[in-house]
């Protein structure tokens, strides 16, 4: 059985012990920098690390250069109620998710007060793509020149979405993802289901491997067979299946689009493995055969063509397009490509 959720500052760190070397190594030699900025993919264990450090900096107890995990500072921390660790995130009750300039304006108030007990003062934003242009300009003085014992933790995936005037300011600590076998026993001693097909579904991202073992794994098996019915009926049936995919609210269609989007990918690369001749485990076992039969329909330049359609199909829902229109073209060319042979949904 998979272990409950746990919050980021409880969550074991897998594959980024050479950041955290690097980091404890700073409060050991107490050359801590006063803005760093954590990038990588998502789900790689950013905000873990974060966490991690501010209680590193801030333990009672430590081990070495380790939090304890367990003294009072640490717990706090973990549970998000320490006054001296500030995450800052966008609002999620609006419309467009920014971090906003009044946001900024309440981060320099606070660090403008004395710190209530921590060593050290640490300011997260999460992700820090989010800041708007004004509450950039309003934080930049202070991520050059933040109070004493205080720092800025800036995480972003999207690194390349901060504006130059941030990412010269601040200190860049590259995480990377994880490797598959280290990923792969970290989910075992975990007592996760399925832990190798988890560990390759999830490439590289422990927090996605989590998720899928805290019940996405289920979910995308079901997507996966009722993109794969829609498929086998013809043009009525992906014009139902596309708009009820795309259907808003929002946070509803970015679910089950992702889902949707996760699930062909899944298949296409199992496709792109058989077709290559792989035989080891596929990453949806359940439906080897309509692999081997999309590996046949698509060939190599097809299923090169459909990936590439696929990350289209993502760039654009970003752009805003509307996702039952992406779905009807991504999936409406998928089943002209594969022909009546390779739509075919079962065995
Ligand atoms: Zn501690």
Same mark, same amino acid.
């Given at each position: 059985?998979?272990?409950?959720?746990?919050?980021?500052?409880? @969550?074991? $760190?897998?594959?980024?012990?050479?950041?955290?070397?690097?980091?404890?190594?700073?409060?050991?030699?107490?050359?801590?920098?006063?803005?760093?900025?954590?990038?990588?993919?998502? #789900?790689?264990?950013? @905000?873990?690390?974060? /966490?991690?450090?501010?209680?590193?900096?801030?333990?009672?107890?430590?081990?070495?250069?380790?939090?304890?995990?367990?003294?009072?500072?640490?717990?706090?921390?973990?549970?998000?109620?320490? !006054? &001296?660790? $500030?995450?800052?995130?966008? *609002?999620?009750?609006?419309?467009?998710?920014? $971090?906003?300039?009044?946001?900024?304006?309440?981060?320099?108030?606070?660090?403008? /007060?004395?710190?209530?007990?921590?060593?050290?003062?640490?300011?997260?934003?999460?992700?820090? *793509?989010?800041?708007?242009?004004?509450?950039?300009?309003?934080?930049?003085?202070?991520?050059?020149?933040?109070?004493?014992?205080?720092?800025?933790?800036?995480?972003?995936?999207?690194?390349?979405?901060?504006?130059?005037?941030?990412?010269?300011?601040?200190?860049?600590?590259?995480?990377?993802?994880?490797?598959?076998?280290?990923?792969?026993?970290?989910?075992?001693?975990?007592?996760?289901?399925? !832990?190798?097909?988890?560990?390759?579904?999830?490439?590289?991202?422990?927090?996605?491997?989590?998720?899928?073992?805290?019940?996405?794994?289920?979910?995308?098996?079901? @997507?996966?067979?009722?993109?794969?019915?829609?498929?086998?009926?013809?043009?009525?049936?992906? +014009? %139902?299946?596309?708009?009820?995919?795309?259907?808003?609210?929002?946070?509803?269609?970015?679910?089950?689009?992702?889902?949707?989007? &996760?699930?062909?990918?899944?298949?296409?690369? *199992?496709?792109?493995? $058989?077709?290559?001749?792989?035989?080891? !485990?596929?990453? %949806?076992?359940?439906? %080897?055969?309509?692999?081997?039969?999309?590996?046949?329909?698509?060939?190599?330049? #097809?299923?090169? #063509?459909? &990936?590439?359609?696929?990350?289209?199909?993502?760039?654009?829902?970003? +752009?805003?397009?509307?996702?039952?229109?992406? @779905?009807?073209?991504?999936?409406?060319?998928?089943?002209?490509? +594969?022909? !009546?042979?390779?739509?075919?949904?079962?065995?």
């Amino acid at each position: 059985m998979p272990e409950p959720a746990v919050s980021p500052g409880h @969550a074991d $760190i897998v594959g980024q012990e050479e950041v955290c070397e690097r980091l404890w190594g700073a409060l050991e030699v107490e050359r801590v920098h006063h803005c760093y900025l954590f990038e990588g993919p998502e #789900g790689v264990g950013k @905000a873990t690390v974060a /966490l991690r450090f501010a209680m590193a900096a801030n333990c009672e107890s430590p081990s070495g250069p380790r939090p304890c995990t367990r003294c009072g500072p640490c717990q706090l921390i973990a549970a998000g109620r320490h !006054p &001296d660790v $500030i995450r800052v995130c966008p *609002d999620r009750e609006k419309t467009t998710e920014v $971090i906003t300039v009044e946001q900024a304006r309440e981060v320099i108030r606070v660090l403008a /007060l004395h710190r209530h007990s921590a060593r050290r003062r640490f300011v997260l934003v999460d992700p820090a *793509d989010l800041l708007r242009v004004e509450a950039t300009n309003a934080l930049l003085k202070t991520f050059e020149e933040p109070p004493p014992f205080t720092t800025f933790l800036l995480i972003t995936n999207r690194a390349g979405a901060l504006l130059p005037t941030v990412l010269s300011r601040s200190f860049r600590v590259r995480f990377r993802t994880v490797g598959l076998p280290a990923l792969e026993e970290w989910l075992s001693r975990r007592g996760v289901d399925e !832990p190798s097909r988890v560990a390759r579904l999830a490439f590289g991202s422990p927090g996605h491997a989590l998720g899928l073992a805290e019940g996405r794994l289920e979910e995308l098996d079901q @997507a996966c067979s009722d993109l794969l019915l829609a498929l086998s009926g013809g043009t009525m049936s992906i +014009l %139902a299946y596309a708009e009820k995919v795309g259907a808003s609210p929002r946070t509803t269609w970015e679910k089950r689009m992702g889902l949707a989007l &996760d699930t062909l990918e899944m298949l296409l690369r *199992d496709a792109g493995a $058989i077709h290559a001749g792989w035989q080891g !485990p596929l990453l %949806a076992p359940a439906n %080897a055969e309509v692999a081997r039969r999309w590996a046949r329909s698509l060939g190599a330049g #097809g299923l090169d #063509g459909m &990936d590439r359609a696929l990350h289209e199909a993502r760039a654009r829902l970003q +752009l805003n397009v509307s996702p039952r229109t992406v @779905a009807e073209a991504l999936l409406t060319r998928l089943a002209v490509e +594969l022909g !009546p042979e390779g739509r075919k949904a079962g065995t």
